[in-house]
Protein backbone atom coordinates (compact mmCIF):
# COMPACT_ATOMS: atom_id res chain seq x y z
CA UNK A 1 0.00 0.00 0.00
CA UNK A 2 1.04 3.34 -1.03
CA UNK A 3 2.44 6.24 1.97
CA UNK A 4 -0.68 8.74 0.99
CA UNK A 5 -2.93 5.71 0.79
CA UNK A 6 -1.72 4.36 4.65
CA UNK A 7 -4.72 3.69 6.93
CA UNK A 8 -4.79 5.12 10.07
CA UNK A 9 -7.80 4.45 12.84
CA UNK A 10 -9.11 7.17 13.66
CA UNK A 11 -9.10 6.68 17.35
CA UNK A 12 -5.10 6.61 16.64
CA UNK A 13 -3.36 9.56 18.29
CA UNK A 14 -1.05 11.47 15.05
CA UNK A 15 1.66 13.78 15.19
CA UNK A 16 2.45 15.11 11.44
CA UNK A 17 4.33 17.97 10.93
CA UNK A 18 3.89 19.20 6.93
CA UNK A 19 5.59 21.65 5.32
CA UNK A 20 7.16 22.78 1.73
CA UNK A 21 6.72 25.90 -0.94
CA UNK A 22 3.60 28.02 -1.01
CA UNK A 23 1.47 26.41 -3.38
CA UNK A 24 2.88 22.64 -2.60
CA UNK A 25 -0.49 21.25 -1.36
CA UNK A 26 0.30 21.37 2.62
CA UNK A 27 -3.23 22.69 3.83
CA UNK A 28 -4.90 20.33 1.45
CA UNK A 29 -3.03 17.11 2.69
CA UNK A 30 -3.26 19.00 6.05
CA UNK A 31 -6.94 19.19 5.97
CA UNK A 32 -7.39 15.69 4.00
CA UNK A 33 -5.68 14.03 7.41
CA UNK A 34 -7.66 16.12 9.93
CA UNK A 35 -10.98 15.00 8.30
CA UNK A 36 -9.79 11.11 7.88
CA UNK A 37 -8.33 10.57 11.32
CA UNK A 38 -10.08 13.28 13.62
CA UNK A 39 -7.14 15.25 14.06
CA UNK A 40 -7.11 19.24 15.09
CA UNK A 41 -5.27 20.97 12.67
CA UNK A 42 -2.94 23.90 12.76
CA UNK A 43 -2.18 26.93 9.61
CA UNK A 44 0.99 28.56 10.64
CA UNK A 45 -0.10 30.99 8.98
CA UNK A 46 -2.65 31.78 11.72
CA UNK A 47 0.11 32.30 14.21
CA UNK A 48 2.75 33.53 12.52
CA UNK A 49 1.77 37.09 11.38
CA UNK A 50 0.61 40.20 13.61
CA UNK A 51 -2.55 41.38 12.52
CA UNK A 52 -1.05 44.94 10.37
CA UNK A 53 -1.46 45.91 6.75
CA UNK A 54 1.83 45.34 5.37
CA UNK A 55 1.70 41.87 6.88
CA UNK A 56 4.53 41.47 9.75
CA UNK A 57 5.88 38.36 10.92
CA UNK A 58 4.75 37.89 14.71
CA UNK A 59 8.10 37.32 17.24
CA UNK A 60 9.12 34.01 17.15
CA UNK A 61 8.32 33.85 20.85
CA UNK A 62 4.79 35.06 20.71
CA UNK A 63 4.32 31.88 17.72
CA UNK A 64 5.67 29.26 19.90
CA UNK A 65 3.55 30.32 22.89
CA UNK A 66 0.47 29.71 20.33
CA UNK A 67 1.79 26.08 18.84
CA UNK A 68 2.85 25.37 22.57
CA UNK A 69 -0.75 26.21 23.46
CA UNK A 70 -2.28 24.40 20.41
CA UNK A 71 -0.05 21.35 21.56
CA UNK A 72 -1.16 21.42 25.09
CA UNK A 73 -4.84 21.46 23.96
CA UNK A 74 -4.55 18.79 21.55
CA UNK A 75 -3.88 15.29 21.65
CA UNK A 76 -3.66 14.20 18.25
CA UNK A 77 -2.62 16.97 15.41
CA UNK A 78 -1.58 18.42 12.26
CA UNK A 79 0.76 21.52 11.72
CA UNK A 80 1.83 22.59 8.80
CA UNK A 81 2.93 25.98 6.82
CA UNK A 82 6.39 26.90 4.83
CA UNK A 83 8.01 28.44 8.44
CA UNK A 84 11.07 26.26 8.71
CA UNK A 85 11.58 28.25 11.99
CA UNK A 86 8.31 27.20 13.41
CA UNK A 87 8.41 23.69 12.69
CA UNK A 88 11.70 23.12 14.23
CA UNK A 89 10.19 24.44 17.39
CA UNK A 90 7.88 21.23 17.84
CA UNK A 91 9.96 18.91 15.17
CA UNK A 92 11.21 16.50 18.15
CA UNK A 93 7.14 16.56 19.48
CA UNK A 94 6.11 15.07 16.21
CA UNK A 95 5.86 11.14 14.89
CA UNK A 96 6.05 12.12 11.41
CA UNK A 97 7.33 14.38 9.31
CA UNK A 98 5.79 15.32 5.46
CA UNK A 99 7.53 17.33 2.88
CA UNK A 100 5.80 18.65 0.14
CA UNK A 101 8.90 19.46 -2.47
CA UNK A 102 6.77 19.59 -5.42
CA UNK A 103 8.64 21.26 -8.88
CA UNK A 104 7.91 24.87 -8.67
CA UNK A 105 6.01 25.08 -11.78
CA UNK A 106 3.59 22.73 -9.81
CA UNK A 107 3.18 24.54 -7.19
CA UNK A 108 2.52 27.19 -9.15
CA UNK A 109 -0.33 25.63 -10.75
CA UNK A 110 -2.16 24.60 -7.69
CA UNK A 111 -1.43 28.44 -6.56
CA UNK A 112 -3.35 29.77 -9.29
CA UNK A 113 -6.00 27.44 -9.00
CA UNK A 114 -6.37 27.28 -4.96
CA UNK A 115 -9.42 28.04 -3.63
CA UNK A 116 -10.59 31.08 -1.38
CA UNK A 117 -8.99 31.20 1.96
CA UNK A 118 -11.18 33.03 3.64
CA UNK A 119 -8.97 32.98 7.01
CA UNK A 120 -6.25 34.58 5.11
CA UNK A 121 -8.20 36.85 2.58
CA UNK A 122 -11.19 38.67 2.84
CA UNK A 123 -12.70 37.49 -0.27
CA UNK A 124 -11.49 35.35 -3.04
CA UNK A 125 -10.94 38.49 -5.49
CA UNK A 126 -8.29 39.77 -2.61
CA UNK A 127 -6.71 36.86 -2.70
CA UNK A 128 -6.38 36.77 -6.26
CA UNK A 129 -5.22 40.32 -6.44
CA UNK A 130 -2.28 38.52 -4.52
CA UNK A 131 -1.54 36.20 -6.83
CA UNK A 132 1.19 37.49 -8.96
CA UNK A 133 3.50 38.38 -5.54
CA UNK A 134 2.66 34.83 -4.65
CA UNK A 135 4.07 33.56 -7.83
CA UNK A 136 6.96 35.80 -8.04
CA UNK A 137 7.42 34.25 -4.23
CA UNK A 138 7.34 30.11 -5.18
CA UNK A 139 9.41 30.87 -8.47
CA UNK A 140 12.38 31.99 -5.87
CA UNK A 141 12.11 28.85 -3.29
CA UNK A 142 14.97 27.77 -4.78
CA UNK A 143 17.50 30.56 -4.18
CA UNK A 144 16.05 31.74 -1.29
CA UNK A 145 18.14 31.30 1.59
CA UNK A 146 15.21 32.21 4.16
CA UNK A 147 13.26 30.22 6.78
CA UNK A 148 10.90 29.18 4.13
CA UNK A 149 13.67 28.07 1.56
CA UNK A 150 14.17 24.78 -0.17
CA UNK A 151 17.65 24.97 1.59
CA UNK A 152 15.98 25.33 4.97
CA UNK A 153 12.88 23.00 4.39
CA UNK A 154 15.66 19.47 3.45
CA UNK A 155 18.11 20.54 6.53
CA UNK A 156 14.86 20.30 8.46
CA UNK A 157 13.85 16.74 6.76
CA UNK A 158 17.72 15.31 6.78
CA UNK A 159 17.29 16.69 10.41
CA UNK A 160 14.47 14.94 11.77
CA UNK A 161 15.08 11.50 13.27
CA UNK A 162 11.62 10.06 13.11
CA UNK A 163 9.04 8.75 10.17
CA UNK A 164 9.43 11.12 7.56
CA UNK A 165 8.01 11.03 3.52
CA UNK A 166 9.34 13.16 1.00
CA UNK A 167 6.01 14.13 -1.61
CA UNK A 168 7.07 15.02 -5.13
CA UNK A 169 4.07 15.57 -6.60
CA UNK A 170 0.37 16.07 -4.97
CA UNK A 171 -0.31 12.52 -2.90
CA UNK A 172 -3.61 12.45 -3.75
CA UNK A 173 -3.19 12.74 -7.63
CA UNK A 174 -0.61 10.28 -7.82
CA UNK A 175 0.87 6.81 -5.84
CA UNK A 176 4.49 6.75 -7.13
CA UNK A 177 5.76 9.76 -5.75
CA UNK A 178 7.02 9.75 -2.27
CA UNK A 179 10.47 8.85 -1.02
CA UNK A 180 10.18 7.68 2.22
CA UNK A 181 13.01 7.14 5.56
CA UNK A 182 12.65 5.85 8.65
Not at 29 to 34: E, N, P, Q, R, S
Not at 36 to 53: F, I, R
Not at 77 to 84: D, P, Q, R
Request: with cysteine; aromatic share 8%; proline share 5%.
Amino acid sequence: MSDSKKEISSNQVIKTVIFGNSGSGKSTLAKHWVAHHGAAHLDLDTVAWLPTNPPERMPLAESADAIRAFIKSNTSWVIEGCYADLIALVADQAEEMVFMNLPVSECIKNAESRPWEPHKYPSKEAQDANLSMLIDWIEQYAIRDDAFSQKSHQALYDQFKGQKVMYTSNPHLTENNTQKTQ
